[in-house]
Structure formats: structure tokens, C-alpha cells
């Protein structure tokens, strides 16, 4: 079993910065790879970025040039940095977990609101 805790999310103005986390608890070394999703209002989730067991970061297209993936893991955490946000970044975040084997799992999201 593997549990996610997103935190970081806020209330952010246009231009702004912020840094998401996505703590991991449990079986931690059954992890294969770690991504971000953003899902807006009214719309499905999608992929941000992924950083995989051995470091490996990947991104959608339309989110390489102000999302960077990075981990900490010392203390099992994978963050978001999210730059010169818009206000379509407006939505929750939502971390998953990819295991070596069985089902993926999934954070309960942290919600970002970014105003002009």
C-alpha cells in the first residue's frame, strides 16, 4: 500500500510562483515512478510531469517551460514548481503513484487558484 499527501496549493496571482508536494507513505520502495496531473474546473485530468525510481523527469509538451518535477528523497517527496502562473493553471493537483506491480495510487489533490 502506498498513500500520497499533496500539499503546496493556495491562493496565487498571476505571475506567481508556487511549489507543490506530494509526501509518499507506506511501501514506498514498490515505486516506480511518481507523476503530477492537473485537472481545471469543469475539465479532465491531465499529465503534468513525471520522475521516475531512477530520476528520469518527463513532461507534456505544453507544460515544459514553467513545471519542473523534482524529488527529495530523504524524505520520500516529490515537488511541483509551477512559474509565471496563469490563470488556466487554476485546478487541483493531484499526485499518482506507478508501482513496480499492482494498481496505481493516487493523492487526494491540493487545490491552486490563481486570480489577476
Known amino acids: 500500500q502506498v498513500r500520497l499527501v499533496e500539499s503546496g496549493g493556495g491562493l496565487v496571482q498571476t505571475g506567481g510562483s508556487l511549489r507543490l508536494s506530494c509526501a509518499a507513505f507506506?511501501?514506498?520502495?514498490?515505486?516506480?515512478?511518481i507523476s503530477w496531473y492537473h485537472q481545471a474546473p469543469g475539465k479532465q485530468r491531465e499529465l503534468v510531469a513525471t520522475i521516475t525510481r531512477g530520476g528520469r523527469t518527463s513532461y507534456a509538451d505544453s507544460m515544459k517551460s514553467r513545471f519542473t518535477i523534482s524529488r527529495e528523497t530523504a524524505n520520500n517527496t516529490v515537488f511541483l514548481e509551477v512559474n509565471n502562473l496563469k490563470r488556466d493553471d487554476t485546478g487541483v493537483y493531484y499526485c499518482?503513484?506507478?508501482?513496480?506491480?499492482?494498481?496505481?495510487?493516487w493523492g487526494q489533490g491540493t487545490v491552486v487558484t490563481v486570480s489577476s
Open positions: 499518482k503513484a506507478v508501482p513496480l506491480f499492482g494498481r496505481d495510487y
Open positions: 507506506g511501501n514506498i520502495i514498490s515505486i516506480n515512478s
